[in-house]
């Protein structure tokens, strides 16, 4: 059964506009969420994290909300860049299994020129 | 530079054929794990290690054995190949740090005939 789900397969944007990209989980022993960003032909790349003990984490142009109440988080990136489309997988960890991370099945995000 | 290098990049066998994907990290970290990813199902745990000679099963462990002799390194084994272990196969790395996600490698993609 899928503890990490991201709904959405895929995903178009204009750039310069805001790309939102969603993932719900059904686990209330996740302690911290991690979006990853994946190229053809390269391994996922670690983008942003969150703990469970806050609801918004921001780094530059990407910004991760978590609503524990929920069991949602999503990513913002704001403004969109070409460069920015690739495969975007949400990932969580449980405290009681801190070794792994349970990921979505991702969602292919297009920035269009 | 800092990275988790996995070979070979592509692999086909035939059922049955023992093969071994390597996979080394210069970070010196602590944690090392296997992922595969399959269409639809997203990247699911194989096994990961704690540290030398500290392994554990993940999600997915069967078929499959690894081993942790030295800290930079984390093989892969199949010990008899199966068409169901056709996948893309990752291997990662991370810090002890909570919140710092793994590292991946490139991907080595199997094909079992």
């Known amino acids: 059964d899928q503890q990490v789900k991201q709904n959405s397969p895929s995903l178009s944007v204009q750039e310069g506009r805001i790309s939102i990209l969603n993932c719900d989980y059904t686990?209330?022993?996740?302690?911290?969420f991690l979006w990853y960003k994946k190229y053809p032909a390269e391994g996922p790349t670690f983008l942003i994290s969150?703990?469970?003990?806050?609801d918004k984490n921001e780094d530059g142009r990407f910004t991760v909300f978590l609503n524990k109440s929920a069991k949602h988080l999503s990513l913002h990136i704001v403004p969109s860049q070409p460069g920015d489309s690739a495969v975007y997988f949400c990932a969580a960890r449980s405290q009681t299994g801190a070794n792994n991370l349970f990921f979505g099945t991702g969602t292919r995000l297009t920035v269009i020129p | 530079e800092a990275q988790v290098t996995q070979n070979p990049r592509y692999l086909i066998t035939v059922t049955g054929k023992k093969l071994t994907v390597t996979c080394s990290q210069n970070m010196n970290h602590e944690y090392m794990s296997w992922y595969r990813q399959d269409p639809g199902l997203g990247l699911r745990q194989i096994y990961y290690?704690?540290?030398?000679?500290?392994?554990d099963k993940g999600d997915v462990p069967e078929g499959y054995k690894v081993s942790r002799k030295e800290k930079r390194n984390f093989p892969l084994i199949l010990e008899s190949p199966s068409p169901n272990q056709t996948s893309l196969y990752f291997c990662?790395?991370?810090?002890?740090?909570?919140?710092?996600?793994?590292?991946f490698g490139s991907g080595t993609r199997l094909t079992v005939v």
């Open positions: 686990n209330s022993m996740f302690d911290y």
């Open positions: 969150i703990s469970s003990i806050k």
């Open positions: 290690s704690m540290n030398v000679e500290v392994t």
């Open positions: 990662a790395s991370r810090t002890g740090l909570a919140n710092y996600g793994y590292t």
